[in-house]
DNA sequence: TGAGTTAGAATGGCACCACCCGTC
DNA sequence: GACGGGTGGTGCCATTCTAACTCA
């Protein structure tokens, strides 16, 4: 499985997202070996968690798979953290590269426009199924800014995940000690991989439906 | 005064800081043409969200004030919102051209990290009197992380504002509506501009200070 | 049998494990004079456990062997109590000694890093089959230190013996009496035999593995 | 204040010690800059400790000292983690170098005859009053290894600390983290920190004594 | 329309309890 | 067998925020 994770905006959970789905995989498929995590991001925040502590998949910086391209190739699952503000080209060598995107955002009135952009890019490319966005950070009841950002962007088209990831302490507790919420001794811990295993089961079903098309449109065509 | 808005990391509240200070100036200068909040970063934020409602002063890209340099020389307070995660050039330009710096961070792990380095370019250019961090978006009691978070940067020698910013709502419904957090009907939301208030009155006096060195070290001296 | 127990760190329970296993393998085998401890450790634990009081086996110091090598050849069994932090030379020595090598540790956060060292130091020697790890003086529940490093070593493909050493007063007692955990009169002293008596079975399962690899192999697939 | 921290048994306790101690000091002094820990044990725990958090003093390998022994000369404290099992050559150039000599040992049998074995190497350099027994990882009551073990020493006229530090969790979790027990969170750690607070203020007042012989001896002569 | 009240969620500190150990 | 002590898990509570509801 190849998945980027981009978003136009930072701080928005975009490592955190890609460090939890890569744990997922790495979780489902049973191994260490075969989830690499490329950190493309100038900042470097998901190798600089991985140092910290101890993730159950292996990180590398972009430069690392610059010199050694058998790294990339060998890794069962991919996941890419993307630097910030991408520009077009970059999205496009992106979307060759990656079966899927996942697009963080956090429910915010000005993480909408710039959305916008980005699916016009995309939708150039006509590559309009193969992204989805992830609403992260999500503060609970009784907030409305999850649920509002939820509608508004159905109401544009925009294909969300199901699954919100919610705003919880437990994240940053997790990125301080260099490991997956999951691996936190704190009860609420859970609830916050909870809302990452979903959003990954979902990611799984997408990528095996976006691999056979044919056979998914001819099953939901028959369907209807 | 010419004040400088940077951080490298986005999604900490440095639009609404630049806002919010540039408001302040407003406000104490009592009339809206002498307040100019250039934005440069390249998600327009700023410009957005001037766009979208009323700010009690002028907000105009980067590009006007290339074409227009009268409109920087005129404006008796210029507050620049400076782009996301800038080169040491462009801190060193910006250094240049501004009185003082004010850094917004939120109190994550991760935000310190990136911040040293930060610090490493201002002390090579030997403006470490010039520069101050704000903390932003400090969850309220019980969390811990705000008040961590400003242990750990006084325990490195940061300076800090002595006020930090709280996460609260009203930011978010200001920015939607394009008004200062002072302009909402909220109650709540007078709350959210006493802590910018309370930051920009340190900032004028900080100003002040750095203008002055000797008559500053003067009196100090001479009160002794 | 001959079995090197060594470790990069002291404190760990080194000669209670080459003492009790002796002890273990010499009431198995029936006699006393099969069995022969030797002490490489400069410290001279065991010898000095042994001067105090009765042990089932004759434990000797490494110089005696050195005179009387014939000491070494007609032990049925010979243990090795190897020095504290050995260099890449003598593991590998003892490596050649030895039919397996089982490695002490206690459930400390700190061991972990060492012990990686250990692991490339044998591998390189190509006989990660010969060696196993001992976790000792593992507290009781409610602690985790026991579970928790474990589990760490199982993840990072560690052999571990599958029955751990408890920290039990008993095996201080013994070593003050210089006797086995086994002829203490107190009751929970026999709790700490039981330990090494599993170990000891293990022990004994996995040599005999290790000397009939493939008559191991054809057992095994034979029973396909 | 230049103190050796030295044991010839491992896992005693020497490297938390030493991290403890140095805490202490730097805490009194009240900066960050004039307590040096150097790590001279070839285990590197401390080193390691501190690379894995924030210790409010530095910490260097012995190698760094050599290349630049201004380190050691600036600091105005100076603690050393000596390496495990010493010669007495070591021993002398240890006392040598510093003023007064911490020796941690655990309450167990045999550290006491491997104790003696010091003690003479100590006399026959004449400074037997410059070093002092510090009973670590003492188990807490209905043990009674702590207090026998106390007796036995001084019966034989060991001069000892009149503080245990006691066999707590706390100092796992602290190396784990990489902070002193001082600055975790959990409540029973700030009892691991009095132990060593006690023993620090005793080690204060003990060097003191000995920079000022005369002056120490006239007053306790004089009774005033 | 504006002020006060209330419900729900999240964090973190506190108290209590189970469990094990060693001694008397 | 009773007792004291340490550790860690569970449950409870205080505090704060937001948004909806009620009332004047």
């Given at each position: 499985m190849r998945v980027v994770v981009m978003s136009?905006?930072?701080?928005?959970?975009k490592s955190t997202t890609a460090i939890h789905l890569a744990g997922y995989l790495a979780g489902v498929s049973g191994?260490?070996?075969s989830v690499l995590l490329v950190d493309?991001?100038?900042?470097?925040n998901a190798l600089r968690v991985a140092r910290r502590g101890r993730l159950p998949f292996r990180v590398v910086g972009e430069e690392e798979v610059d010199e050694n391209p058998s790294l990339a190739r060998e890794a069962q699952h991919l996941i890419v953290d993307m630097r910030g503000s991408p520009s077009a080209e970059e999205i496009e060598d992106a979307m060759r590269l990656a079966e899927v995107m996942v697009i963080p955002i956090m429910p915010?009135?000005?993480a909408l426009d710039t959305l916008l952009q980005t699916r016009r890019d995309i939708k150039r490319l006509g590559r309009e199924d193969r992204y989805r966005v992830l609403l992260t950070a999500v503060p609970p009841w009784p907030y409305r800014r999850g649920p509002q950002a939820r509608a508004q962007l159905e109401e544009i088209g925009i294909p969300l995940f199901g699954t919100d990831i919610r705003r919880l302490e437990a994240f940053e507790a997790a990125a301080d000690e260099g490991?997956?919420?999951?691996?936190?001794?704190?009860?609420?811990a859970q609830r916050a991989w909870e809302d990452y295993t979903r959003v990954g089961e979902e990611l799984v079903e997408w990528v095996r439906s976006v691999r056979t098309p044919d056979l998914h449109a001819a099953r939901s065509g028959g369907g209807a």
């Amino acid at each position: 499985m190849r998945v980027v994770v981009m978003s136009r905006k930072g701080g928005v959970g975009k490592s955190t997202t890609a460090i939890h789905l890569a744990g997922y995989l790495a979780g489902v498929s049973g191994g260490e070996a075969s989830v690499l995590l490329v950190d493309t991001d100038p900042s470097r925040n998901a190798l600089r968690v991985a140092r910290r502590g101890r993730l159950p998949f292996r990180v590398v910086g972009e430069e690392e798979v610059d010199e050694n391209p058998s790294l990339a190739r060998e890794a069962q699952h991919l996941i890419v953290d993307m630097r910030g503000s991408p520009s077009a080209e970059e999205i496009e060598d992106a979307m060759r590269l990656a079966e899927v995107m996942v697009i963080p955002i956090m429910p915010s009135g000005l993480a909408l426009d710039t959305l916008l952009q980005t699916r016009r890019d995309i939708k150039r490319l006509g590559r309009e199924d193969r992204y989805r966005v992830l609403l992260t950070a999500v503060p609970p009841w009784p907030y409305r800014r999850g649920p509002q950002a939820r509608a508004q962007l159905e109401e544009i088209g925009i294909p969300l995940f199901g699954t919100d990831i919610r705003r919880l302490e437990a994240f940053e507790a997790a990125a301080d000690e260099g490991v997956l919420v999951r691996d936190l001794p704190d009860r609420r811990a859970q609830r916050a991989w909870e809302d990452y295993t979903r959003v990954g089961e979902e990611l799984v079903e997408w990528v095996r439906s976006v691999r056979t098309p044919d056979l998914h449109a001819a099953r939901s065509g028959g369907g209807a």
